[in-house]
């Protein structure tokens, strides 16, 4: 009899157990469905554009490599107002851009192969652009 309420004990907790686990899953699919669904590089009308995504611990991805020689757009793509991001700027390529919820579209001038950085308007969070 003792084991059998063991046994049960052993049970309802496996239960708690794995109810916990699913519903951690589940956020976490749910949290990276949304960006990574998406793809970071896309193409339209002769523009090279690339999505980051502005999330509440930086930008994702934080390195993003472009085509040099190709009309270049960058999107800062912001889901929610959940971030301490309010601007991008870089002295690097002359940007200073302050961010809206939903799309932020920045067309870059021509910009010659290097690396060059970005910032978050306080110095937190970094991304890092990469023309090859
Ligand atoms: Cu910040």
């Known amino acids: 009899m003792r084991n059998m309420t063991k046994f049960r004990a052993i049970g309802i907790m496996a239960g708690i157990l794995f109810t916990c686990l699913f519903i951690l899953a ?12 998406e793809p970071v590089m896309t193409e339209s009308d002769g523009y090279q554009i690339a999505t980051i ?6 930008f994702y991805p934080a390195n993003i490599e472009v085509k040099a ?3 270049t757009k960058l999107n800062f793509k912001k889901p929610s ?5 309010r601007s991008v700027a ?7 851009l302050y961010l ?3 799309d ?7 910009l010659k192969p290097g690396t060059y950085k970005l910032h978050c308007g306080m110095y937190m969070y970094y991304v890092t652009l990469t023309v090859k």
């Open 104 to 110: 932020n579209f920045t067309t870059l001038q021509d």
């Open 90 to 96: 870089s002295r690097d390529i002359g940007l200073d």
């Open 53 to 58: 995504q502005v999330k509440d611990d930086g």
């Open 26 to 37: 589940l956020f976490y699919f749910q949290n990276t469905e949304s960006s990574a669904n």
């Open 81 to 85: 107002g959940f971030t301490c991001i």
């Open 69 to 71: 020689g190709v009309p």
């Open 100 to 102: 809206e919820k939903g």
